[in-house]
Nanobody, 121 residues
Framework: EVRLVESGGGLAQPGGSLRLPCAASGFTFSDSCMTWIRQAPGKGLEWVSFISTTRFITRYSDSVKGRFTISRDNAKNTLYLQLNSLKIEDTAMYYC??????????????RGQGTQVTVSS
């Protein structure tokens, strides 16, 4: 059974930073493209970033490019999202997802329960 557990969310000030880990189990993590998506209050799901398997190719949405960094530790079966220079509009529930269909606008890959990020002064 695929299990994804996000953590690290919380309250941050504009310009601040957070690091979100996602612990994965129940599948071969190193063989899976992984994605971060988010959902702001009252809005739909939004693709944020993905990272490929062995070559660690990364892509970012325009809204987070240059501020967020996705990474993975295949030895620890953990996906990360480093959030820097946070903006109020980054406030959302953040989910990690097994697979990269979200890059194409399809949010049907398994995901965790999410971790809440709130950016406020």
């Amino acid at each position: 059974e695929v299990r994804l557990v996000e953590s690290g969310g919380g309250l941050a000030q504009p310009g601040g930073s957070l690091r979100l880990p996602c612990a994965a189990s129940g599948f071969t993590f190193s063989d899976s493209c992984m994605t971060w998506i988010r959902q702001a209050p009252g809005k739909g799901l939004e693709w944020v970033s993905f990272i490929s398997t062995t070559r660690f190719i990364t892509r970012y949405s325009d809204s987070v490019k240059g501020r967020f960094t996705i990474s993975r530790d295949n030895a620890k079966n953990t996906l990360y999202l480093q959030l820097n220079s946070l903006k109020i509009e980054d406030t959302a529930m953040y989910y990690c997802s097994k697979g990269c269909n979200a890059y194409s606008g399809k949010f049907d890959d398994p995901r965790g329960q999410g971790t809440q990020v709130t950016v406020s002064s």
